[in-house]
């Protein structure tokens, strides 16, 4: 079998047979006459996946019993009944019946996108239940072979998440995006996951597989190397808990790890401080901006919680795609490419004056290192106009975010009138790449590890080196272990992540030296493309 | 029929916590309660699957709307959930 490459969503690496789920039932493509009691029978069979989904919440708890809770009550739910019946009363069996229903009740979901879209699988995995219950074949799940194994599926569904017990190593399925259940429920697990597999189902059950997590890369192995491989990723993830304090190479030069947050119940005592301080949470659902007052205490709870860490806050980003209704911007085409970010100031120039008024005020009572950045910059003007305003308001630093490309090309022009910059690795890939960030069809182009991509980050690095000003990085790709040691080897002089990321982020810079991490950098920037990227630093 | 317009105060939208919250708070009034958002026909908010079905997002403004015995406070129980942050 050649080696499979698909997105490492979950990071680590271990190694072991692999099982696939319990396929899901297939009607007989013969419909046959439907019964006097179709209706009855496609209600108890509903009935019956709503109770068991319930029953099967209140085994797990968290957002796992949530997402149950939540399935059951689709299965429950009186739209779904209706649909159901209609499709009866004109001659179909009970089965066909719920499979027509849900089918047309998905494609609402898809059109939505996003995360709605995803909800397609949540009403899958109930039809499969209710028609398997009807045809009394065995319930689709997850199989149970008495020996840790890899699972590997299509795509998992919350139940079969919330039902994974601690015989599964790794999770490897078919379809699926960074945003799917199965890359949410791995991450939080600590499991390695890869997505995106195509050729996964066609491995034989039992066949050893090594996953990699990082990479995204599944390969044959014999037993013997399952074995040794599944040892050393216990041991890497021992030592990658035993470091703490703060981020350092090998060779002791500092890249300190810092936590992107939206408020104080976020913020973990790990971590040398705030790299990204969303401040959206205080605007969302509101008919007016909140007063001054208002928002200086909810600044002044976080810089309270950091102590005397730094914090770098994020002015309000919103636009039409993140609307607020009291900005009272127009509907637009392309609101990636809108009024969002700082160029909302063009339109309501008052909310960001009265952020800053208010963040100036709650800085100056508390004792933490209070950095202000302005999103979606486009020209070194906007970021001269913007530090101004934050001087003007009496902060020490200001700085902006790069996230369109312009920026990142033109970042020593703009460097020259800000103190530091941030990088948003989410947008700029978007922006780079012409990609929708929300369209998982074009997941492989948001690859955080495309070399063009890189490119503009080093361009960013390299700038901020000859300035002698901080150039930092508080997107998603901050948290990958790998690359957080390529863009310390470009000279990015700070990381943001989410909490979970940093311990193996902590350890992947202990075991390199900076010259290792500029060797890293180099073979990713000279690679051809995302995946060459990848594996030429993993294996460097 | 009383009916009133609420902003979506659930930063993620109406999935997931909120969405569910949204339907069980509408199963507990004594009366139907239907939701509707921009030109989208109003829906049962009893349903789950219609409720998610709005694809309605946090800052969105949506209109709920009720008849009969108990209908306001119907509304502004729903009104109260439908613009707290459930996801905070």
Redesign the interface.
């Known amino acids: 079998m050649p080696d499979m490459t698909g997105l490492g969503v979950s990071p680590g690496r271990t190694a072991g047979p692999v099982h696939a789920m319990g396929s899901p039932p297939r009607l007989p493509a013969e419909v046959p006459v439907a019964g006097p009691d179709e209706r009855e029978r496609a209600t108890a069979a509903l009935a019956f996946v709503a109770s068991s989904l319930e029953e099967l919440s209140t085994t797990v708890d968290g957002t796992a019993a ?2 149950l ?2 399935q059951a ?2 299965a429950a ?4 009944a209706d649909a159901v019946a209609a499709r009866i009363a004109d001659g179909r069996p009970a089965a066909w019946a719920i499979t027509d229903a849900i089918g047309e ?1 998905q494609e ?2 898809k059109a ?1 996108g996003g ?2 879209a995803e ?1 397609a699988a949540d009403l899958a995995d109930l039809r499969d239940r209710a028609v398997a219950w009807l045809l009394d074949v065995p319930m689709p799940g997850l199989p149970r072979p008495g020996v840790p194994f890899v699972l590997a599926a299509d795509d998992l569904s919350p139940a079969d998440t919330a039902l994974l017990d601690s015989s599964v190593l790794a999770i490897v399925t078919r379809r699926g995006g960074p945003t799917s259940h199965t890359a949410i429920l791995a991450r939080s697990r600590g499991l390695p996951a890869v997505v995106s597999c195509a050729g996964i189902l066609d491995v034989p059950d039992g066949t050893p597989l090594s996953v990699d997590g990082t990479t995204g890369v599944v390969a044959q192995v014999t037993a013997l190397e399952a074995m040794e491989i599944r040892e050393a990723g216990l041991a890497d993830r021992a030592r990658d808990a035993a470091i703490t304090g703060p981020g350092r190479t090998a060779d002791g030069e500092s890249v300190p790890l810092l936590l992107n947050v939206g ?1 104080a119940a976020d913020l973990a005592d790990d971590g040398e401080g705030v790299g990204l301080f969303r401040t ?2 205080l605007f ?4 007016a901006a909140p007063p001054v007052a208002e928002q200086e205490s909810a600044y002044r709870a976080l810089f309270e919680a950091a102590g005397g860490r730094k914090v770098v806050l994020r002015t309000l980003d919103a636009g039409a795609d ?4 009291f900005l009272g911007l127009a509907d637009e085409e392309n609101p990636a490419l809108g009024i969002r970010g700082l160029r909302t100031a063009r339109v309501r120039p008052a909310v960001l004056t009265e952020q800053l008024e208010a963040v100036s005020r709650a800085a100056t009572a508390t004792d933490a290192d209070v950095w202000v950045m302005a999103p979606m910059v486009a020209t070194a003007a906007e970021a001269a106009e913007f530090a101004s305003l934050v001087h003007q308001a009496g902060l020490r630093t200001a700085g902006v975010m790069i996230e369109v490309p312009a920026a990142a090309l033109h970042a020593r022009q703009i460097l020259a009138s800000v103190d530091f910059v941030s990088i948003g690795t989410n947008d700029l890939s978007q922006y780079t790449m012409a990609a929708d960030r929300m369209n998982g069809e074009l997941a492989d182009l948001l690859d955080p590890w495309q070399p063009a991509v890189l490119q503009l980050v080093a361009t960013v690095a390299a700038a901020g080196r000859d300035l002698n000003k901080p150039v930092g990085i508080c997107g998603e790709a901050a948290g990958d272990p790998l690359l957080a040691c390529v863009f310390a080897g470009m000279g990015i002089t700070t990381l943001s992540m989410s909490a979970p990321s940093l311990p193996p982020v902590r350890a992947a810079l202990a075991s390199h030296t900076m010259a290792d991490c500029r060797r890293l950098a180099e073979l990713a920037l000279n690679a051809t493309d995302a995946p060459t990227a990848r594996k030429a630093v993993a294996g460097g | 029929m009383p009916a009133r317009e609420v ?7 109406l ?3 909120p ?2 919250i949204v ?1 069980k708070t509408a199963q507990a009034q004594p009366v139907t309660v239907r939701i509707s958002i921009a030109e989208k026909p109003p ?2 908010a ?5 409720v ?2 709005l ?1 309605a ?5 949506v209109t709920i709307s009720a008849d009969g015995d108990g209908a306001d406070a119907a509304l502004d129980a729903m009104a109260e959930v439908l ?3 459930l996801d ?1």
């Open positions: 949530e997402v809770a939540t009550m689709m739910d009186p739209t779904l009740q609402t979901f939505l995360y709605f909800r408020g959206e949470f969302l659902g509101r008919t993140k609307p607020l209704p | 902003v979506v105060g659930s930063r993620i939208g999935h997931g916590r969405a569910a339907v829906v049962d009893r349903s789950i699957i219609a998610l079905a694809g997002h946090g800052g969105d403004t613009a707290k942050d905070a």
